[in-house]
């Protein structure tokens, strides 16, 4: 079964197409399509997704501040203050005041760290 991340809101959610939508469905039609696609299965995948500045760095926040920064992904709740200093090629996320910091290219062992914390492991934002 594929997982799909849907961002809404400011907030990365992770479905399963087919029970999210398809299984609740009796019938269904499709049109042909042509559009661009993206299943954002990784955090690199949704930092090309997302508008880049300031050598390379994507964020996702109100008042996230970047210094000597690049090759960054920066994420935070709307009322959340993030001052990053220093970093490249990292993944920097803060939901519900917990915060993660990893190397972009260590991404997949996300989910290993969450393990270690039933609350971060719940965040949905978080898991892969």
């Given at each position: 079964?594929?997982?799909?991340?849907?961002?809404?809101?400011?907030?990365?959610?992770?479905?399963?197409?087919?029970?999210?939508?398809?299984?609740?469905?009796k019938e269904i039609d499709t049109l042909p399509a042509e559009f661009g696609w993206s299943d954002l299965g990784s955090w690199g995948c949704f930092r090309t997704l997302l508008p880049q500045a300031e050598a390379g760095n994507a964020k996702v926040g109100n008042d996230i501040r970047l210094y000597e920064c690049k090759n960054c992904v920066v994420h935070a709740d709307d009322e959340s203050k993030v001052v990053v200093q220093g970093l490249d090629g990292y993944i920097v996320a803060e939901k519900n005041g917990q915060l993660l910091v990893c190397l972009l290219r260590e991404e997949q062992r996300i989910k290993k760290f969450g393990k270690f914390s039933k609350k971060i492991k719940s965040l949905k934002l978080w898991e892969q």
């Open positions: 079964m594929t997982s799909t991340w849907i961002y809404i809101d400011n907030t990365l959610f992770l479905f399963s197409i087919n029970y999210a939508v398809m299984e609740k469905l």
